[in-house]
């Protein structure tokens, strides 16, 4: 297989998925499976995007981590021509998160992923305005780690979009993971062909991502970003979700069943220099 094929084939959640057929002979207590085709033209081409995740020991570390991001990270990144690139702080309800700063970075293709920090590094611009974190030591860092996820986005949702929604706009970040393969193939099938994705869009729960995580932790997994205006959008929106019938039309199918097992999510706040 030629490299090019493999990086976009990467594993069956990587597929533009289709359902074929239904699966047949099934045992007595046995979920529907349905059966999925992978489509290799990628028609339009789908992008892949870089979720950081860093963690920081304290309030004053956040600041610090945050305006470097926004002053140097954001512009280092432009540069190279990778944009838009958009910074979130947890908002201060997020007790779980208040420790964590979400970065997530659009990639035209795997070689931006690949070289971008190498790039960085041989930037004199980016090491001036980045100066404050390369200046501390070991012993007192400005983020203690950096988990990095990279997604491939749906094929309904090929890149990266940023609806204009208003200073007082927040975010929703989230983390699917489900227990096989399969049962994450058939997840993203739910979204992308299975209606819930459109009818995020109905109800104002903006997108402004979604992919299939083909390198990180908690595997196999989709991981998306949402947008409303305001958090009284975003708790109406939801609400409205929750009791809407195409929703509880679709949650009840039983090929979607026992898909998503573990949910990880967090409200967010845009950084002053973030683009999204």
């Known amino acids: 297989m030629k490299r090019r ?3 976009a084939a990467g594993s069956l959640g990587l597929a533009a998925l289709s359902t074929a057929t239904t699966a047949s002979a099934l045992q007595p207590d046995a979920l529907p499976r349905r059966t999925y085709t992978i489509d290799f033209q990628q028609n339009p081409p789908r992008e892949f995007v870089e979720v950081r995740m860093y963690t920081v020991k304290d309030a ?8 470097i991001l926004d002053k140097a990270l954001i512009p280092g990144l432009n540069r190279q021509g990778i944009k838009p690139v958009g910074v979130f702080v947890p908002i201060p309800r997020e007790e779980q998160y208040a420790q964590n700063v979400f970065v997530a970075i659009p990639h035209k293709t795997i070689d931006t992923f690949v070289y971008a920090n190498p790039k ?3 930037d004199e611009q980016f090491r001036k305005d980045a100066a404050p974190m390369f200046e501390t030591t070991s012993r007192d860092p400005i983020y203690t780690t950096c988990d990095t996820f990279l997604l491939y986005n749906f094929p309904s949702m090929p890149v990266m979009e940023t609806p204009e929604l208003g200073p007082d706009r927040v975010f929703e970040w989230r983390l699917y993971r489900s227990f096989n393969i399969e049962r994450n193939v058939a997840k993203i099938h739910m979204f992308d062909e299975g209606g819930e994705l459109p009818l ?5 729960l ?6 299939d995580v083909v390198a990180g932790n908690k595997m196999p997994a989709l991981m998306y970003i949402i947008a409303c205006p305001s958090m009284a959008a975003h708790t109406e929106a939801w609400r409205v979700f929750r009791d809407h019938p195409k929703w509880i039309a679709m949650r009840d199918l039983p090929e979607y069943a026992d898909t998503a097992t573990e ?5 967010l706040s845009p950084s002053p220099g973030s683009q999204i």
């Open 5 to 7: 094929d493999f990086l």
């Open 60 to 67: 004053e570390k956040r600041n610090q981590l945050v305006e």
């Open 206 to 211: 903006n997108p402004i991502f979604f992919g």
């Open 200 to 204: 995020f869009r109905e109800i104002g």
């Open 263 to 267: 949910i990880d999510r967090v409200v």
């Open 120 to 122: 960085l590094v041989a």
